[in-house]
């Protein structure tokens, strides 16, 4: 249906709670799909682009070791801390309106970043990248949902849009290799947002399942709170993991969390319906965001710096490396959709941890090689497997909750998966870094990625959905 197919029939998803005094506009599929996937792109690549410049911008901001964590965890600490209210509120106020406001958001915060001139400005700039892109993403499979009303359709869709979140992993750190300085790819970076966001307020139209009530503020604050207190203890513990402060920090992480499904519980409209947990599907979907987090992102988070210090290579020669995982990631997803009804997305994901297992394995040993070309076997093998969780997981995080809710069912999986990459990325660090050398440092921390992506593939087959 185009935008020039204006109806007024009633919708079959339900009586409405709040019924508008007018329909809502027709969704217009390809247009929504096209600038939901490009804006997609840009807060990925936003995400990624310090993966090679890390080193460089540790330089221009004087950051310790331990302290690098911080510039790459911001922006997925503002993700995770934020995904799930975000999809409560594009559910209820209006998913094109909060696509929008944190495109045109993402925009400011990463042209704000290009200035930062201490880590804590470039964190906090991060941490509000993440709060931007939290808004966008969260919002993006609700329209993709709403314009997509078939399961064909809405396979299609999400297997496109998941193809965008490879694409966009891929060209970050190119983007940023090509440029003469980091403060230069941010400025692109923030300009590509906000032209997004201009083309947006024209192809988008709205929709919505309001729910009534108020936003979980205090559901938010306690969350974000309880990760901080996670991530700055998985930070810490490089210096030792039995300090007080590493103690304090995570008992502070159980007492907020224990907060948090307090308020839940209690608020009429929550951030994520506790309920759910007793769903096997969302279980699958929550297990396979986190673990991907930990398995997959926190190790490639953090590879590309270690590389550059360790084999000698430039920014760009580890962007084109890694365009080998990163780019078969964005092919395989792309083509993942024509497994559909062969393989189930569980099963799809199963296959995709196994494969990033068996890749990554086969990188024991290279760094203390002091060899790239044996790299390339497991960047292979693990680019596929990245390709197929990252088509999987959209599909069945929309699959898991109802039709009404998808914006919050895309917001729980992906607030898993960027718990995962914080937890992922500070303990990669604290492993590389508290041994006896890089090399050694390296290979524990991928056969821990490998083992965790085990653990995962059995996780996501044993949920499966009781008859």
């Known amino acids: 249906m185009t935008g020039l197919d204006r109806t007024t029939a009633t919708q079959s998803a339900g009586p409405a709670i709040h019924p508008a005094p007018l329909a809502e506009p027709s969704p217009r599929p390809a247009p929504t799909l096209a600038v939901t996937s490009a804006a997609t792109a840009v807060a990925l690549m936003t995400y990624t682009a310090p993966m090679v410049t890390l080193p460089g911008i540790a330089g221009a901001l004087h950051t310790s070791v331990s302290a690098q964590a911080w510039l790459l965890n911001g922006t997925p600490l503002g993700l995770a801390a934020l995904l799930l209210v975000a999809g409560s509120l594009a559910d209820d106020y209006g998913r094109r309106r909060i696509f929008l406001a944190g495109t045109v958001a993402l925009g400011i915060t990463t042209a704000l970043g290009a200035l930062a001139t201490s880590t804590w400005l470039f964190t906090l700039t991060r941490i509000a990248q993440g709060a931007a892109s939290a808004a966008l993403l969260a919002s993006s499979l609700g329209l993709l949902v709403h314009a997509f009303p078939t399961p064909r359709g809405r396979l299609h869709a999400t297997g496109v849009w998941g193809a965008f979140v490879s694409g966009g992993i891929a060209v970050g750190p190119l983007l940023a290799g090509a440029m003469p300085n980091w403060r230069t790819a941010y400025g692109i970076l923030g300009a590509a947002a906000l032209v997004v966001a201009a083309l947006g307020s024209r192809a988008l139209t709205e929709s919505r399942a309001p729910r009534g009530g108020r936003p979980d503020l205090a559901g938010a604050l306690t969350f974000g709170l309880a990760l901080v207190s996670l991530v700055a203890a998985l930070t810490l513990g490089r210096d030792g993991w039995l300090r007080p402060s590493v103690g304090v920090l995570l008992a502070a992480t159980v007492l907020l969390t224990a907060a948090f499904v307090l308020v839940e519980r209690r608020t009429r409209t929550p951030m994520i319906d506790l309920g759910l947990l007793r769903h096997r599907p969302f279980l699958a979907s929550a297990a396979g965001g986190l673990f991907m987090g930990l398995a997959v992102i926190g190790l490639f988070s953090f590879l590309p710096a270690l590389f550059q210090r360790t084999l000698g290579l430039s920014a760009m020669d580890t962007a084109w490396l890694f365009l080998l995982w990163s780019g078969l990631s964005f092919g395989v997803a792309l083509q993942a959709r024509r497994l559909a009804g062969r393989v189930s997305p569980r099963h799809q994901l199963a296959l995709g941890f196994a494969l990033h297992a068996a890749g990554v394995l086969t990188m024991l040993g290279a760094v203390d090689a002091g060899s790239w070309t044996r790299l390339l076997p497991g960047?292979?093998?693990?680019?596929?497997?990245?390709?197929?969780?990252?088509?999987?997981?959209?599909?069945?995080?929309?699959?898991?909750?109802?039709?009404?809710?998808?914006?919050?069912?895309?917001?729980?999986?992906?607030?898993?998966?960027?718990?995962?990459?914080?937890?992922?990325?500070?303990?990669?660090?604290?492993?590389?870094?508290?041994?006896?050398?890089?090399?050694?440092?390296?290979?524990?921390?991928?056969?821990?990625?490998?083992?965790?992506?085990?653990?995962a593939a059995v996780s996501v087959v044993a949920l499966r959905e009781r008859g």
């Open 379 to 455: 960047f292979v093998v693990s680019g596929i497997g990245s390709g197929l969780l990252n088509a999987g997981l959209p599909l069945l995080a929309v699959e898991s909750v109802p039709a009404a809710r998808a914006a919050m069912g895309s917001g729980a999986q992906q607030t898993f998966r960027y718990i995962g990459s914080c937890a992922g990325v500070a303990l990669t660090i604290a492993l590389v870094t508290s041994t006896r050398t890089p090399a050694h440092g390296a290979d524990v921390a991928i056969a821990v990625s490998a083992g965790l992506a085990a653990v």
